[in-house]
């Protein structure tokens, strides 16, 4: 398997900048930091920048288009009112696959204490904005809005190396749970049991089969069995 991984801007174009730190910068160790975590699982990584380099829009299409990956993953930071905070996920035409990607990813960097906000489709968003990246990809492509670098708490969080090091590894076990589920798709002996659960609203993410269930999923499983039985 290979990804590429697009650090959002860079050269003249920093991306957002608040209380002291850019948005290219940050973008950029986060990649550094999910291609060494991808690469030691032995999954090959191309980027499409790896130094502050100014990209053309055109000319970062090309670089995602020409890297042969089967996954894209676009790293931004989100920007806002104040007040906004929280991670999310846009994905492209390749809406499933997208879909249950940006799903995974969103819920596995909300687990990190970044409020999850949504994963949503962006299709027909202008140029400008940075959604032609997951657009025009060829492949499965998911943008990740990391958190709100104009918010101070979740400022602070992207501002802190140990963290970007938290959301890089969040950001891979999303990948991996997806590849798995893509996996187990036409195979797992459970699957027909698991679509029932779905199909029923006890559980709202599609998950990786063989992953161990924490409490609090536990928990809010048979919550909303204890729900459905009252009604
Ligand atoms: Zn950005």
């Known amino acids: 398997m290979r990804i590429c991984i697009d650090p959002g801007h860079g050269g003249d174009d920093p991306g957002l900048q608040a209380f002291g730190i850019t948005e290219k910068n940050v973008n950029l160790d986060i990649a550094f930091k999910l291609k060494q975590l991808l690469e030691h699982n032995g999954t090959g990584v191309v980027l499409t920048r790896d130094k502050d380099e100014t990209l053309e829009p055109a ?8 890297s042969g990956a089967d996954y894209t993953i676009s ?26 990607l940006a799903e995974s990813i969103l819920r596995e960097i909300s687990n990190l204490g970044i409020a999850r906000r949504r994963a949503y489709n962006k299709l027909n968003a202008k ?3 940075y959604s032609f990246v997951i657009r025009e990809a060829q492949m499965t492509a998911v943008l990740v809005e990391t958190a709100f670098i104009t918010n101070p708490s979740d400022n602070h969080l992207l501002s802190r190396n140990p963290f970007r090091k938290k959301i890089a590894n969040a950001i891979a076990t999303g990948i991996y749970n997806t590849v798995q589920i893509n996996e ?6 459970a699957l027909p049991f698991f679509n029932q659960i779905k199909e029923e609203g006890l559980v709202q993410d599609q998950y990786p089969l063989e992953k161990e269930v924490s409490w609090g999923e536990f928990s809010m499983v048979l919550a909303r069995l204890i729900e459905k039985f009252k009604k």
Do not use: F, L, M
Not at 59 to 66: A, G, P, S
Not at 78 to 88: I, Q
């Open 59 to 66: 000319e970062r299409v090309e670089r995602i288009n020409q």
């Open 184 to 189: 187990q798709k036409s195979s797992h002996w």
């Open 75 to 100: 790293i931004h930071c989100n920007g806002g009112p104040v007040s906004a905070k929280g991670v999310e996920t846009v994905y492209g035409h390749n809406a499933q696959t997208g879909k249950e």
């Open 127 to 129: 140029r400008e904005d």
